[in-house]
Nanobody, 124 residues
Framework: QVYLAESGGRLVQAGGSLRLSCAIS????????MGWFRQASGKEREFVAA????????VYADSVKGRFTISRSNDKNTVFLQMNSLTPDDSAVYYC?????????????????WGQGTQVTVSS
């Protein structure tokens, strides 16, 4: 089992930046591709960013490309989502997810472990 805990969400003004963290615990010795998803109020959960366990392949949603960056700590126990140039449309609960595979995926149905989410609110 892999346990994920997000943090870093808060209220921020439009144009600002925020870095979310996802602490990974449990069976961390098994490679997992990691992803970030988000769910705005009244909307379906959507893909944001993901990368392979090795970090050599990264995928971003078109809506965040060029503004968000997914990365990982050197010990591989924390995954980050750096978010720049935030807009009110980025307001959502952000979820960290891991899949029991090294290959990246943009489909939430292919992720096996989820965190509880962290709220990001961007004011205009």
């Amino acid at each position: 089992q892999v346990y994920l805990a997000e943090s870093g969400g808060r209220l921020v003004q439009a144009g600002g930046s925020l870095r979310l963290s996802c602490a990974i615990s449990g069976r961390t010795q098994i490679p997992h591709a990691m992803g970030w998803f988000r769910q705005a109020s009244g909307k379906e959960r959507e893909f944001v960013a993901a990368f392979t366990w090795s970090g050599d392949h990264t995928v971003y949603a078109d809506s965040v490309k060029g503004r968000f960056t997914i990365s990982r700590s050197n010990d591989k126990n924390t995954v980050f989502l750096q978010m720049n140039s935030l807009t009110p449309d980025d307001s959502a609960v952000y979820y960290c997810a891991a899949r029991n595979s090294m290959a990246v995926s943009t489909s939430q149905s292919e992720y096996h472990h989820w965190g509880q989410g962290t709220q990001v609110t961007v004011s205009s």
